[in-house]
């Protein structure tokens, strides 16, 4: 698994993965989270639907995720890329979005973590998946990381 991590994470590797995630997407979407290529190797995955902050529209990405205490912690490290991912921002601007996971969906409420709690799901993440050390390396902005909690519908 670590041997994954290292390859997943290099710069290299960064093309074909931004490549399989409509592929992801698509699995995702049809089988309700119950099948995913990253969970194929062993990581935690779900389908994140937010509202697109400059469109008003929905927006699908799938992501790995942590669980944690009150949900499931996700981390916008866009492959180590310059800008916040998209889907992060969206967040910022419309908190409500929904997760598809194992054959579940949920109404969640995201908040950006910071301070103890940031960097005690950090450790989490890198614990469960290295790779993410590299993506935080190369660059120049801090990672958002987000813990999506559900709520009632």
Known sequence: MRFLNQIASSRWASGPMQAMVPWDAALQRRTKG??????????????????????????????????????????????????????????????????????KQFRVLARETHGLEREEIWLTILNVSPGYAAYDARCSRNLRIFVLQPVPA
């Not at 194929?40 to 389908?47: K, N």
């Not at 929905?58 to 009150?70: G, K, T």
Request: hydrophobic share 35%.
């Open 34 to 103: 119950r099948l995913s290529i990253g969970r194929a190797v062993g990581l935690h995955s779900l389908l994140l639907t937010t509202t697109g902050a400059r469109t008003g529209q929905p927006r699908q990405v799938p992501l790995f995720h942590v669980p944690c205490e009150h949900g499931f912690a996700v981390i916008g490290s866009n492959l180590g890329g310059n800008n916040h991912p998209a889907w992060s921002s969206n967040l910022l601007k419309y908190p409500y979005a929904t997760v598809v996971t194992r054959g």
